[in-house]
């Protein structure tokens, strides 16, 4: 999805594809303000935590600060491994396989906590949440509440930290290079898209061969083209795929032509060259690493790390327009899906007690504003007021002014994963982006394509009841 910040393009891929673990009980000094209401005084006791690498160097130090102020606070020490976003999830799968687990684990991975969920693998978290549902947006505590298909019923088992849309982002630059003004751009989903292609078209003939209009991520790697996939399904019509009820609805007409016209809109500037060729091998990063050398006007890419990788770049930074959803073909506003990132207590844990100790005091919407902001805005604040009135997301910089009013202001839904983990099944074998692929490489009509992909997916689904006790 990104590269780390200062990174150039080639040592930031080295960064995102190494093994390496950062171990250690990060007792480094710190100064700060302590909020120890959720701080029990136990007598001190370690707990393990794995935790996702950031991709600015940032966001680690804002966490090993958080960590040590803990520490002190408490008495406790966390015995924390920060390890980046691939390797973290097969790490977190593997210990969930075997019962040898730590006692808290952040999840990045999308699919990792409805899952495990199902499985009864998870700790019941449901006292944290009720500790936050006062302060924090209802999609984040919505988000959390997960199926168990050992009691069959919901409940919460994750613990909502961070939440993230997917935004636009373009060149300035060249958008004006081609003859164009920012306001020229339409706010209307299908002439929105539509106004890149003239833009690519004028750039090459001006003498630019290498530049493409869309980075659109059509390839069965990573979760970018999941998002994508489902951005495009909304915007036609499709939201109701899997409602909260945990059902399918394959059979909606309106359902089906949502994605054949999703599936049209994705491939057909693919087929006519607006889109780079070599993108059906991409992975998550490859897209920001293509749009910060220029490669194309337009990216679709969740978070605003596309931004941040340029952060000491202020030419860059600036010259670089973060924006949310258009408005839909009918002129009303569309829901962005937005996606969780927070921490599990896998069954197993040795040190429950002090698990939710710790998660309780990270998750104070005063200590979690720091973390975040220390960040650098990467993930959004899932507290609505406190990021109304802190200048930091929505007055001192554009691009996290566009990002927090499109993932916590604007109108949001929250990723099918929450509703039923079959649609994780789904996603892992990339079903709509072979059925990108059929359209794309094999001449079949979107429609047939989706009807092909639609019958695997309710064969998955019939796995998957849900069935409330």
């Given amino acids: 999805m990104a590269v780390q910040l200062r990174a150039g393009k080639r040592s930031a891929m080295n960064i995102l594809t190494r093994r390496s673990v950062l171990r250690g009980s990060l007792a480094v000094g710190a100064a700060g303000t302590l909020a120890p209401s959720h701080i029990a005084n136990a007598a001190a006791t370690t707990a393990e935590v794995w935790w996702v690498q950031g991709f600015a160097k940032e966001e680690d130090a804002a966490f090993k600060k958080m960590v040590v102020e803990y520490e002190k606070a408490s008495g406790n020490k966390i015995d924390a491994s920060i390890i980046p976003f691939a ?35 998870l700790v019941d978290v449901s006292d944290i949440v009720e ?22 019923k919901r409940s919460y088992y994750m613990v909502p930290m961070k939440i993230f849309g997917c935004p636009f982002h373009f060149w300035r630059s060249l958008v004006e290079k081609a003859g164009y003004r920012i306001s020229d751009i339409p706010n209307t989903w299908d002439a ?20 493409y209009a869309y980075g659109y991520q059509l390839t069965a790697n990573g979760t970018d083209p999941v998002r994508l996939f489902n951005a495009f399904l909304i915007a036609y019509g499709g939201k109701d795929l899997v409602t909260p009820d945990g059902r399918l609805h394959t059979d909606d007409p309106q359902v089906r032509a949502a994605a054949a016209k999703a599936i049209e809109r994705l491939t057909t500037p693919f087929k006519e060259g607006y889109v780079p060729p070599g993108v059906v091998n991409w992975n998550d990063a490859d897209d920001n690493n293509a749009f910060h050398s220029k490669l194309m006007v337009m990216d679709f890419d969740g978070t605003i790390s596309t931004e941040i990788a340029l952060y000491d770049k202020k030419e860059l930074y600036d010259d670089i327009v973060t924006r949310g959803l258009p408005l839909g073909n009918d002129g009303k506003q569309l829901p962005s899906q937005v996606q969780w990132l927070g921490p599990v207590i896998p069954k197993g844990a040795k040190n429950v007690a002090v698990a939710k100790e710790f998660i309780k005091y990270a998750v104070q919407p005063k200590v979690l504003n720091e973390y975040l902001k220390g960040g650098l805005g990467r993930f959004m604040l899932p507290v609505p007021e406190i990021a109304k009135s802190d200048p930091f997301w929505l007055k001192e910089d554009p691009h996290r002014t566009a990002y927090a009013q499109q993932t916590l202001l604007g109108p949001t839904v929250p990723i099918y994963e929450v509703f039923n983990p079959a649609i994780a099944q789904v996603n892992s074998e990339h079903l709509f982006s072979v059925a990108e692929f059929d359209v794309m490489k094999e001449g079949m009509a979107p429609e047939a394509a989706i009807d092909k992909a639609f019958k695997r997916v309710e064969e998955i689904f019939a796995k998957y009841p849900i069935q409330e006790a």
């Fill in 192 to 211: 929105f898209l539509d106004f890149f292609k003239p833009v690519q078209d004028k750039l090459r003939a001006q003498g630019i061969r290498n530049i």
């Fill in 87 to 121: 390797p973290l999830g097969q790490k977190e799968v593997s210990a969930l396989t075997s019962g040898i687990v730590p006692d808290v684990m952040e999840v990045y991975d999308p699919e990792l906590a409805p899952l495990a969920a199902w499985d009864d693998k």
């Fill in 131 to 152: 500790t936050q549902k006062a302060d924090f947006t209802p999609i984040a505590i919505d988000s959390c509440y997960l199926y168990n298909n050992a009691t069959k």
